[in-house]
């Protein structure tokens, strides 16, 4: 089954649902899709501008073009899903360097999706680690 | 997904003995003909998706718990990432991380193939507003 991965740019998610059997939906295999097919020389080198446009289909004119250029990427990933891992309080999904508001969205859409959803804690300690993986294997599992 | 490369980055656990160079020889011994690149963090591999997938499972067969992989857009030595080339390289910041991350996951992992299970989170309480005025009043 499909997986979206929140942050969808996760070693540790897209590992995980490679190593429990299922394919990872991830930025890393859209942006691969550019690079491959498309020119992408201008920066940012992962989106180009027709992207920016079809991101309204997620986001509104109003939203900051970096957010509709996200939702671009990870828009096509959630329609396609089967099912959805989010990991909640990466340090480094914080602010404007993590886009708050992608996130936000990208949650809002998940939700919309009403596909299976795994909601797990960023672990701070060994023992949050253990069951941040036991939870991500019981739910990778479930799904077969 | 194209079927034809396939760009992997290879990343070692901080809490594994393994370096980057032993990971990298035992790829080469492997005889595939994929491109390995060694890096600070472990190493990158080329090569079609199949090939590229099946140096993964021979590695995790060996270490399975220790060496965590997931795909990167753009090939080795691309001019247009490439640093050597003077590419716009954004950085390492969220690998940076991650890796720091990964060896509580080599934990869980451990600890989950031996049959431990999860337990249910505390909820984060919001700390009270006198609690706040204290820790931002300086004394």
Request: charged share 15%.
């Given at each position: 089954m499909k997986v979206f991965i929140d942050p969808p740019n996760s070693l540790v998610l897209f590992d995980l649902v490679e190593r429990f059997g299922h394919e990872p939906l991830s930025t890393m295999a859209a942006i691969q899709e550019r690079v491959d097919n498309l020119e992408v020389d201008m920066p940012p080198m992962n989106v180009t501008l027709d992207d920016v446009v079809r991101g309204l289909k997620y986001a509104g004119?109003?939203?900051?073009s970096g957010v509709r250029g996200r939702l671009s990427l990870w828009g096509p990933l959630i329609e396609q899903a089967d099912a959805a891992i989010i990991m909640d309080d990466?340090?480094?999904?914080?602010g404007c360097v993590g886009c708050e508001r992608s996130e936000l969205m990208v949650k809002y859409l998940i939700k919309r999706r009403g596909i299976p959803t795994l909601h797990v804690r960023y672990p701070s300690t060994d023992e949050e680690a253990v069951s941040f993986v036991a939870m991500a294997k019981e739910f990778l599992e479930g799904l077969n | 997904m194209t079927e034809e490369r396939e760009t992997r980055l290879f990343m070692i656990s901080p809490?594994?003995?393994?370096?980057p160079d032993q990971l990298v020889r035992l790829i080469h011994a492997y005889g595939a003909e994929a491109i390995v690149k060694e890096t600070c963090y472990g190493c990158l591999v080329e090569g079609p998706r199949s090939l590229v997938l099946d140096i993964l499972a021979r590695v995790r067969e060996k270490h399975p718990n220790e060496v965590f992989s997931k795909i990167r857009a753009y090939p080795c030595s691309d001019p247009r990432r490439c640093r050597a080339q003077h590419?716009?390289?954004?950085?390492?910041a969220q690998l940076e991380e991650e890796w720091e991350l990964l060896s509580k996951i080599q934990y869980g992992l451990d600890r989950v193939s031996e049959g431990a299970g999860y337990k249910q989170y505390e909820d984060r309480k919001r700390i009270s507003v006198n609690d706040f005025k204290r820790i931002c009043e300086v004394q």
């Open positions: 004119v109003e939203v900051p990466c340090p480094y999904s914080f | 809490r594994s003995m393994l370096t590419g716009t390289r954004p950085g390492f």
